[in-house]
């Protein structure tokens, strides 16, 4: 029996079974005694993800022992998987050793099977880890994001750091600049400068598309949330730059601070992202106790919104669309209040906070089917019905079924197409303009009128209006010259040619927000005949709408 062989193999064993995570570098230094009692010159292992990779070399090789000395192949060991991933150990001995014996080609063997299992499983805890904590593009991802929060955030390790949640603004647009391939050498060249930044105090991960979020410290924060800001980041060998800028919510992780989850985390970063992203705010915004507040009020509303739709709280207010020629009444807008234990919410109260879930699609058809309640209605008792516009979500862009379902809601109320109205708001990516036109084009066949909302106040391009067949644009109110307002000056020439190309392309033109006599010559001076606005009407509640379809013209 070769009683020093098993000593170090046993001592060999030891070092890979006594920790689950294995660490080649010191495998290394146990293998060396026994490759150099057998008599081993190098052994080197190959891992490979099929047959074919095998056959390209396109595969990693791990080298655990070599003596340097001229070595030629003494044992080959290969293995094939069930999922056909090629694992190859070859063992070599010095080029002028003797042949081996039978003992030790017995030992070799024993011991290379061993070894393959150790370096298997490292390699495979590596990938596992790999595939864990990072995405396809090697970006840390949300995964090691939670991991460390959890790790860290009981000992309290996280005070004195800040969680940032960041957006990579238009960067749709930026792909659509440049190229998709480029694009990605710009984020990475964005992210890798942040990381740069931050340092091995914290780090960078990657939420999904441009959405990141990390751990930063306190003393890296303002340098981190200038880059954030905007910075310019080259894309080619040329030195070619472009600018990137990103909003981002601040959690600022200070004395104060209770950890007791990673959602006591998340659930107050998220809320000041969304509020930076959605604008009207600094790009970043810092968590602080009024959020607190406000994201208790949004918790509240969520749970409030199943029983106050079965309890039919929401009502419909209608705000009148006035031909300013005739004063006559043309159509109407449905608008939502709710009505809460006696008391009217306005829309702004609790609209943001369903739209932030598909709630909100829940609500828009609740409204087209009281509405097309209301119409019907209106029609058995003979009164003279104009068209009612409503407003649907852009979330609805998702339900590949939505043209149907607005249907089926009309047509339950034996309502005609011609009375309904849908408004929808402008959108900025080509995902979403295409399920735009699909809707507006299958609403268009079924003889469904439809609106751009808002129109003016996005990012949208002539293409919204050239190649989606609308009935109306609806001017947002941000487009209205102010009487201050030279007949040079941009806001005045704008809403002028919008108007002018909105007729001459056949739309309806409606401008929103008219509110005084002066903006009511505007509309006539530049050939707006439809207006909406508190210089006719408030949105009023049904009772008041019905009086003024009877009265019809506005005195």
Not at 3 to 15: G, K, N, P, V, W
Not at 51 to 73: F, H, M, N, Q
Not at 492 to 502: I, L
Request: with cysteine.
């Amino acid at each position: 029996m070769d009683s020093q062989f098993y000593a170090l193999f046993e001592e060999f064993l030891h070092s890979i079974t006594q920790h689950r995570e294995i660490d080649l570098e010191s495998i290394s230094s146990v293998i060396a005694p026994i490759c150099k009692y057998l008599g081993i010159s190098k052994t080197a292992t190959s891992f490979y993800d099929n047959p074919r990779a095998e056959a390209l070399g396109d595969g990693r090789t791990i080298v655990c022992y070599d003596s340097g000395v001229k070595s030629v192949e003494a044992h080959v060991d290969r293995v094939v998987t069930e999922a056909y991933s090629v694992t190859k150990t070859i063992i070599y001995r010095s080029a002028d050793s003797d042949e081996w014996d039978e003992i030790t080609k017995r030992n070799v063997e024993l011991f290379t099977n061993v070894m393959i299992l150790a370096v298997s499983r490292s390699t495979l805890l590596q990938v596992a880890k790999q595939r864990t904590f990072y995405d396809d593009s090697s970006y840390l991802n949300i995964n090691y994001f939670i991991k460390y929060i959890e790790r860290n955030g009981p000992q309290g390790l996280l005070k004195g750091n800040a969680v940032v949640f960041f957006n990579l603004r238009h960067f749709t647009l930026i792909n659509q600049q440049i190229g998709r391939d480029r694009g990605n050498v710009v984020m990475r060249g964005f992210v890798d400068k942040l990381i740069d930044i931050v340092g091995n105090d914290g780090f960078i991960s990657r939420m999904g598309g441009d959405n990141f979020i990390g751990v930063i410290s306190k003393d890296k924060l303002e340098k981190s949330l200038e880059h954030i800001r905007g910075c310019a980041v080259p894309y080619n060998s040329y030195g070619d730059r472009i600018m990137v800028y990103a909003t981002a919510g601040v959690l600022v992780m200070d004395d104060s601070f209770v950890y007791s989850s990673p959602s006591s985390v998340l659930d107050r970063v998220m809320p000041a992202a969304q509020a930076a992203r959605l604008g009207g705010m600094d790009d970043i915004v810092f968590f602080s106790a009024e959020m607190e507040r406000r994201k208790d009020k949004t918790m509240r509303l969520q749970r409030l919104f199943p029983q106050a739709l079965e309890n039919e709280e929401f009502l419909i207010y209608y705000q009148p669309k006035v031909d300013i020629h005739t004063g006559r009444l043309v159509g109407a807008e449905a608008l939502c209040r709710w009505l809460r234990e006696g008391e009217i919410i306005k829309p702004e109260e609790f609209i943001p906070t369903y739209e932030q879930s598909l709630d909100i699609c829940k609500l828009d058809l609740y409204m087209l089917d009281h509405v097309c309640s209301d119409i019907k209605k209106w029609l058995a008792d003979g009164k003279e019905v104009v068209r009612i516009s409503v407003n649907l979500s852009r979330k609805h862009m998702i339900d590949v079924d939505l043209v149907d379902h607005i249907i089926s809601i009309i047509d339950k109320h034996g309502v005609p197409h011609e009375y309904i109205e849908i408004e929808l708001t402008e959108t900025t990516t080509d995902v979403e303009f295409k399920d735009l036109k699909r809707v507006v084009s299958g609403l268009q066949k079924a003889g469904i009128s439809t609106a751009v909302d808002d129109f003016g106040i996005g990012y949208s391009s002539l293409n919204l209006i050239s190649e989606i067949p609308w009935n109306v644009i609806k001017l947002d109110k941000s487009l209205i010259p102010l009487k201050t307002d030279s007949d040079t000056s941009p806001r005045r020439v704008m809403f002028s040619h919008v108007v002018k190309m909105a007729k001459e392309m056949g739309l309806e033109c409606i401008s929103e927000g008219v509110e005084s006599e002066d903006q009511i010559s505007t509309m006539l001076e530049n050939g707006c005949d439809i207006v909406q606005g508190f210089f006719y009407d408030r949105p009023l509640p049904k009772a008041a709408f019905i009086e003024r379809m009877i009265a019809k013209e506005y005195k």
